[in-house]
């Protein structure tokens, strides 16, 4: 009988801790909706879980999109082995179809982009070049080298004759500079509109020509390509990287789909990964219950 006294203690100190963690553990869950009683609602449900739903979702979203799925993150993934040179071989594929290829590089381009932004970027392009083959010319101040030129040649010319005596640096100066100055003043007002022409029929030219004589023309090998593939790839990624992170929305999709689980889901889901703990806490209730028992005899 003494026996079955000391041990009643701890045993049943053991029971009560493993409910009490039991219940404890179930009320995370459960009840899965608030239980009313007229118009009031029990306190405690619904259980913690599906109470804090939203506020979880929101704190598991920011902990992903902050910290777990960074621009680091990002780059990792993008530049791994295997994702580059997935995309690296997949644009290779692609530029030897291109190579075969015999539609106009106009054809080519406007597939892409359409014909009237083609149209559009090629005025653009026409017009910057016009622009800089202009600048570049005035910037050769022509009119300064007819100018020395221009005296070196008369004075070649008439070198050795009578009038070579009348020829001196100034009077020739004075004859060629002005020529000088109508030329480099033409040149500022009408130079664009000389060149363009010009700039037009070339760029016409050029988006004739089929894909395939461009590709034989540059004379690229395959292993070039692959390196400015790679090159290209590796620059955007590390550019972009931040931007791509930010636009995924990483916080804002997590939220979301935690929010859209039914409750029953999100508990299997939550005790597939936590199972084994909260079975210790549940064990760990009845051990300090049988603790607290023998300490109750001894006391």
Same mark, same amino acid.
Request: hydrophobic content about 45%.
């Given at each position: 009988? !003494? %026996?079955?006294? +000391?041990?009643?203690?701890?045993?049943?100190?053991?029971?009560?801790?493993?409910?009490?963690?039991?219940?404890?553990?179930?009320?995370?869950?459960?009840?899965?909706?608030?239980?009313?009683?007229?118009?009031?609602?029990?306190?405690?449900?619904?259980?913690?879980?599906?109470?804090?739903?939203? @506020?979880?979702?929101?704190?598991?979203?920011?902990?992903?999109?902050?910290?777990?799925?960074?621009?680091?993150?990002?780059?990792?993934?993008?530049?791994?082995?295997?994702?580059? $040179?997935?995309?690296?071989? !997949?644009?290779?594929?692609?530029?030897?179809? +291109?190579?075969?290829?015999?539609? &106009?590089?106009?054809?080519?381009? &406007?597939?892409?982009?359409?014909?009237?932004?083609?149209?559009?970027?090629?005025?653009?392009?026409?017009?910057?070049?016009?622009?800089?083959? !202009?600048?570049? %010319?005035?910037?050769?101040? +022509?009119?300064?080298?007819?100018?020395?030129?221009?005296?070196?040649? %008369?004075?070649?010319?008439?070198?050795?004759?009578?009038? &070579?005596?009348?020829? $001196?640096?100034?009077?020739?100066?004075?004859? !060629?500079?002005?020529?000088?100055?109508?030329?480099?003043?033409?040149?500022?007002? /009408?130079?664009?509109?000389? +060149?363009?022409?010009?700039?037009?029929?070339?760029?016409?030219?050029?988006? /004739?020509?089929?894909?395939?004589?461009?590709?034989?023309?540059? &004379?690229?090998?395959?292993? @070039?390509?692959?390196?400015?593939?790679? /090159?290209?790839?590796?620059?955007?990624? $590390?550019?972009?990287?931040?931007?791509?992170?930010?636009?995924?929305?990483?916080?804002?999709?997590?939220?979301?789909?935690?929010?859209?689980?039914?409750?029953?889901?999100?508990? $299997?889901?939550?005790?597939?990964?936590?199972?084994?703990?909260? /079975?210790?806490?549940?064990?760990?209730?009845?051990?300090?219950?049988?603790?607290?028992?023998?300490?109750? %005899?001894?006391?």
């Amino acid at each position: 009988m !003494a %026996i079955l006294e +000391i041990i009643a203690g701890p045993a049943i100190g053991a029971v009560i801790g493993y409910c009490t963690n039991y219940i404890a553990v179930k009320m995370l869950f459960r009840p899965l909706k608030p239980v009313k009683i007229g118009s009031k609602t029990l306190p405690f449900t619904p259980g913690i879980i599906p109470k804090g739903q939203s @506020r979880m979702a929101k704190a598991l979203g920011q902990a992903v999109g902050e910290h777990l799925l960074t621009k680091e993150d990002f780059e990792k993934i993008l530049l791994s082995e295997d994702i580059k $040179n997935t995309v690296v071989d !997949a644009v290779l594929q692609k530029i030897e179809k +291109i190579k075969t290829t015999d539609v &106009s590089l106009e054809e080519f381009l &406007s597939q892409y982009t359409g014909q009237e932004e083609y149209d559009f970027m090629r005025d653009r392009l026409e017009d910057c070049i016009t622009k800089k083959i !202009a600048e570049g %010319i005035e910037k050769l101040d +022509i009119g300064a080298i007819i100018v020395e030129e221009g005296k070196k040649e %008369i004075k070649e010319k008439f070198k050795g004759g009578m009038i &070579s005596m009348f020829l $001196n640096d100034e009077l020739i100066q004075s004859v !060629a500079a002005p020529i000088g100055k109508k030329v480099d003043e033409y040149i500022k007002e /009408n130079g664009e509109e000389k +060149i363009r022409p010009e700039v037009v029929a070339q760029m016409a030219m050029v988006g /004739n020509q089929s894909v395939c004589q461009w590709v034989e023309m540059l &004379s690229i090998t395959n292993q @070039r390509i692959y390196q400015i593939v790679e /090159n290209v790839y590796v620059k955007f990624v $590390n550019e972009k990287a931040q931007e791509m992170a930010e636009k995924f929305h990483v916080a804002e999709v997590v939220e979301e789909k935690i929010n859209a689980m039914d409750v029953l889901e999100l508990e $299997n889901l939550l005790l597939g990964i936590m199972k084994k703990e909260l /079975n210790a806490v549940v064990n760990l209730g009845a051990f300090i219950g049988f603790v607290l028992g023998l300490l109750n %005899i001894w006391i």
